[in-house]
C-alpha cells in the first residue's frame, strides 16, 4: 500500500507552543467536564449540593468553550503540521476525518449545554456571574438541547478514545514518535 506524505525515517513535524497549549488545556478541561457530568447527572433531582455541582460543571464548560473557540481560532490561522511521515494514505483520511469531527463535536458541546441552559428556569452563572438568558423556560427546547449536549458529549468520548488508540498504535506498535509532535520543549517545531 501506498503511504502518505513523507518516508518514514524523516522526523515528525512538531506543532508549535500555543497549539500544544490549548490541546492539553482543553483535553484536561474535557477529561474533568466528563467525569463531572457524569457524576451530576447520577445524583437524584434536588440532591443536596448537586446545584453546586451543575454550576461548576456550567463554569467548567464555558471555560473550555472559550479554549476551544481560541483553539479553533489558532487552527484557522496555521494549519496543522503535516500527517506524520510513513502513514498509509487511509490512515492519514481517517485522522483528518476524526480531527475534523473532534473540533466538531468540542464547538457544539459547550453551545447546545449553555443553550439547553437558556431555556430553563435556573439559567447559567459563569463561575457566579449571570449570563443572559437567550431563551425562555421551555422545558422541550431544554429538552432537545440537552440531548444535543448528551449525545455529542457520547459521540466526543468514542473519538477521543478512537484519538488516543491511534497515538498508542503510531507511537508504540508503529514506532512513528507521534506524541513527541504534541509534547512542549521540542526544538524542531513546524508550525
Same mark, same amino acid.
Given at each position: 500500500?501506498?503511504?502518505? #506524505?513523507?518516508?518514514?525515517?524523516?522526523?515528525?513535524?512538531?506543532?508549535a507552543?500555543?497549539?500544544?497549549?490549548?490541546?492539553?488545556?482543553?483535553?484536561l478541561?474535557?477529561?474533568? /467536564?466528563?467525569?463531572?457530568?457524569?457524576?451530576?447527572?447520577? /445524583?437524584?433531582?434536588?440532591a443536596?449540593?448537586?446545584?453546586?455541582?451543575?454550576?461548576?460543571?456550567? $463554569?467548567?464548560?464555558?471555560?473550555?468553550?472559550?479554549?476551544?473557540?481560541?483553539?479553533?481560532?489558532v487552527?484557522?490561522?496555521?494549519?496543522?503540521?503535516? $500527517?506524520?511521515?510513513?502513514l498509509?494514505?487511509?490512515?492519514?483520511?481517517?485522522?483528518?476525518?476524526?480531527?475534523?469531527?473532534?473540533?466538531?463535536?468540542?464547538?457544539?458541546?459547550?453551545?447546545?449545554?449553555?443553550?439547553?441552559?437558556?431555556?430553563?428556569?435556573?439559567?447559567?452563572?459563569?463561575?457566579?456571574?449571570?449570563?443572559?438568558?437567550?431563551?425562555w423556560? #421551555?422545558?422541550?427546547?431544554q429538552?432537545?438541547?440537552?440531548?444535543?449536549?448528551?449525545?455529542?458529549? #457520547? /459521540?466526543?468520548?468514542?473519538?477521543?478514545?478512537?484519538?488516543v488508540?491511534?497515538?498508542?498504535?503510531?507511537?508504540?506498535? #508503529?514506532?512513528?514518535?507521534?506524541?513527541?509532535?504534541? /509534547?512542549?520543549?521540542?526544538?524542531?517545531?513546524?508550525?
Open positions: 500500500m501506498r503511504r502518505a #506524505d513523507r518516508p518514514s525515517a524523516a522526523p515528525a513535524p512538531a506543532y507552543g500555543l497549539p500544544i497549549a490549548l490541546h492539553w488545556a482543553s483535553a478541561l474535557l477529561c474533568g /467536564l466528563f467525569a463531572l457530568g457524569y457524576y451530576m447527572t447520577g /445524583l437524584a433531582k434536588g443536596p449540593g448537586k446545584a453546586a455541582w451543575v454550576n461548576l460543571h456550567k $463554569s467548567l464548560g464555558l471555560t473550555a468553550a472559550l479554549v476551544i473557540a481560541w483553539r479553533v481560532a487552527r484557522i490561522r496555521r494549519a496543522a503540521p503535516p $500527517s506524520i511521515p510513513g498509509h494514505c487511509w490512515e492519514a483520511e481517517l485522522a483528518r476525518i476524526t480531527h475534523r469531527l473532534l473540533y466538531m463535536c468540542m464547538v457544539v458541546m459547550p453551545l447546545s449545554g449553555y443553550l439547553g441552559s437558556s431555556f430553563n428556569q435556573y439559567g447559567t452563572r459563569f463561575w457566579g456571574v449571570p449570563l443572559p438568558r437567550w431563551g423556560v #421551555d422545558s422541550a427546547l429538552h432537545m438541547f440537552y440531548t444535543v449536549h448528551s449525545t455529542t458529549a #457520547d /459521540l466526543l468520548l468514542c473519538l477521543v478514545a478512537f484519538h488508540a491511534g497515538v498508542i498504535k503510531h507511537q508504540w506498535l #508503529d514506532a512513528q514518535r507521534c506524541v513527541q509532535r504534541m /509534547l512542549p520543549g521540542r526544538r524542531s517545531r513546524a508550525l
